[in-house]
């Protein structure tokens, strides 16, 4: 088998080495390798960070919708094309807050909010800090994504008890400019930079399905594992369909086990990581899905929409958690059976 280890002796003693030096080669040969092994390596690296048997849940809320400048391929909320959503001025603070609150009862732990900006206007960033303290005040993680931001801007959104800022790479360095032009990936690596610094953690991944190679999705991977610091939480959203947006002329959803492969792959060279089965989910069955957690995947949305399109709805996720013996805030609400009595005392059976 291809040695993609790497690590040092000393880090694979401790056996939960986090490396920032993957090539590309390496990430072929981990997506490469027949799937049962691919597979127990996977495992192998989750069961040394995480709990398995645990699946994080966030909610996301659109608080700024289209009307947006950038053009990315993809997005619903671009000015550039005509998708047919309305767009809407910043949301007042209460709504946003009440929205979090019923999310929180629906078993979400953190709050994501989402603005359709190329970059925060002052007096806008005001009542985003404002939001994201108040919706900390309700006991939640809270995230937001609101385009391109300025150190100092960072540094506000950090006092005001942000935890988690999302800013997606989206695709790979060679891929990039056939799905934005209106930004660079170095303009996103920089706002990556300015979130860090201001000691916010990270949530960056992308999207497949947009007709990019499989080299394209290794290539994006390596991108992320190579950052100075590995994302504190690793988006994989499959492209959600949207009419009217360039990306239906080249979007080709991917076959489902190339997809587990990937997840599997990202949670090998990012061990530390929450990988996150994002967007997407509601083409997906009951099956991929469970493979995708199997493979490492252990964050979902859930909610019956995302920003502007839908998602599996929360009882078909709780139900899913509920017959694979798995726990989140999602099934502890529900009153789903929780794992069982753990590996450790039914291995004397096997
Ligand atoms: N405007 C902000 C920005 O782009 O930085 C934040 C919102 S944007 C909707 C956040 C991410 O959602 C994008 O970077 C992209 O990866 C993902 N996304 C957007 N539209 C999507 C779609 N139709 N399907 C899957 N993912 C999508
Ligand atoms: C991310 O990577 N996925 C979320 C979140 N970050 C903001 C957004 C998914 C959006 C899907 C398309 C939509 O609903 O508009
Ligand atoms: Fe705007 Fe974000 Fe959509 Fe790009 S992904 S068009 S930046 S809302």
Known sequence: MVDVSGASSDQAEQGKAVRHDWTRDQAEALYGLPFPDLMFLAQSVH??????????????????????????????????????????KLMDRDVVVATARR???????????????RSPRERDLDQVCDMVSAV???????????????????????????????????TSPEFYDRIITTRTLQDRIDTLAHVRDAGIKVCCGGIVGMGEEVDDRLGMLVLLANLDEHPDSVPINLWNEVQGVPVNDTAARPDPIALVRLIAVSRIMMPASVVRLSAGRQYMSDELQSLCLLAGANSIFIGDVLLTTANPQADRDADLLARLGMTSSLSARSGAPSGASGIADASSLA
């Open 47 to 88: 069961r040394r960070h995480f709990d398995p048997t645990r699946l994080e849940t966030a909610s996301l809320l659109s608080i700024k919708t289209g009307g947006c400048p950038e053009d990315c391929g993809y997005c619903s909320q671009s000015a550039h094309y005509d998708t047919g959503l309305k767009a809407t």
């Open 103 to 117: 999310a929180k009862a629906a078993g979400a732990e953190r709050f994501c909010m989402a603005a359709a900006w």
């Open 136 to 170: 900390k005040d309700l006991g939640m993680e809270t995230c937001v994504t609101l385009g391109m931001l300025t150190p100092p801007q960072a540094q506000r959104l950090k006092q005001a008890g942000l935890d988690f800022y999302n800013h997606n790479v989206d």
